[in-house]
């Protein structure tokens, strides 16, 4: 069993801003309650208590991350960063994963960063959000996990979610000026391959219509045991590193510049290739889009 009062691990990177910029994001993996929906393609679970995270143990995990983040920082040749990303394997604003008492707490140890960012279901954005963004001293910004707006795979995805819930929860995020970021799916079960690059661009278009100042593609991987099951049945197939740069580059057009499309950089290695002749120029593509949000496509003599 996972210990509550030992973070997850902490790791720093440069994420692009919409204006282009590179900034240093210290990311903390919290240890904490399971979250209450059941998407098919999510393992956050792995990372999970059972019951509620007791009073006390986020801030005591924050505190021992922020410790080692100067060591960090050095080790990656970066002076600072203004950036924390507060990842909880579940949603921010579920008081069985954070308690309400460490709100305030959390709060205090986050002084001193220019941008919190924690990640929240929409359907749990309400006014405790605004609560939370009132007492930091930097400005919240929000992730929500849209993840498709396939009108047949969303329903089916178990995040028991409607593009209407989501947009009336970024509305929200925007009137109480709270900043948000969005996750798309990149190898949606019961999307077919060859439509799965039109319809993560038309996701992260959405995203960006709805006011997501940034949006993570997400690759989908497989190891939850329900994929492997969908796998078996044809309603999923684990997306290739070919897969991941079209999309990608088709989500950097669709928003032209109007919010940071990045692909979500911490688990790309595992992402396979049917051709091995181009995989190191995908991923250098892949790497490239990342830094510059210029879309980029590998051209291969043996796969085309
Ligand atoms: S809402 Fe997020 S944490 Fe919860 S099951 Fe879905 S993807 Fe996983």
Redesign the pocket.
């Known amino acids: 069993m996972l210990d509550p009062w030992q973070p997850q691990g902490v790791t720093v990177e440069l994420e692009r801003e919409p204006d282009g910029e590179l900034r240093p994001a210290a990311t903390v993996f919290l240890t904490g309650a399971?979250?209450?929906?059941?998407?098919v393609?999510?393992?956050?679970?792995r990372f999970t208590i059972p019951g509620p995270t007791p009073v006390g143990a986020l801030p005591a995990q924050l505190r021992s991350a922020l410790e080692g983040l100067p060591r960090l920082l050095q080790e990656a040749g970066l002076e600072r960063c203004d950036r924390l990303k507060l990842y909880n394997?579940?949603?921010f604003f579920e008081p069985r994963a954070v308690p309400e008492a460490d709100l305030e707490p959390i709060a205090r140890l986050a002084a001193g960063f220019e941008r919190v960012v924690v990640?929240c279901?929409p359907r749990l954005v309400d006014g405790r959000v605004r609560r939370f963004a009132d007492r930091l001293e930097g400005r919240l910004e929000v992730a929500m996990?849209l993840?498709t707006v396939h009108p047949r795979a969303l329903p089916r995805?178990?995040?028991q979610?409607t593009l209407e819930q989501f947009d009336r929860a970024a509305a929200r995020l925007l009137a109480d000026e709270i900043d948000l970021r969005v996750?798309v799916l990149v190898g949606v079960p019961f999307v077919p391959a060859e439509e799965q690059a039109r319809w993560a661009a038309a996701s992260v278009r959405h995203a960006a219509e709805a006011g997501a100042r940034s949006v993570a593609l997400i690759p989908v991987r497989g190891g939850n045991g329900e994929l492997e099951r969908l796998q078996r049945l044809g309603s999923f197939e684990p997306p290739d590193l070919a897969l991941v740069e079209e999309a990608l580059a088709r989500g950097v057009e669709v928003t032209g510049g109007k919010a940071a499309v990045q692909l979500d950089p911490w688990d790309l290695e595992r992402v396979g290739s049917a051709c091995g002749a181009c995989r190191g120029a995908r991923l250098e593509a892949i790497r490239e889009m990342n830094r510059t949000g210029v879309p980029r496509r590998t051209v291969c003599d043996v796969c085309h």
């Not at 393609?41 to 679970?45: A, G, S």
């Open positions: 399971e979250c209450p929906f059941t998407c393609f999510c393992d956050l679970w394997a579940s949603n990640e279901h996990g993840e995805l178990g995040k979610l996750f």
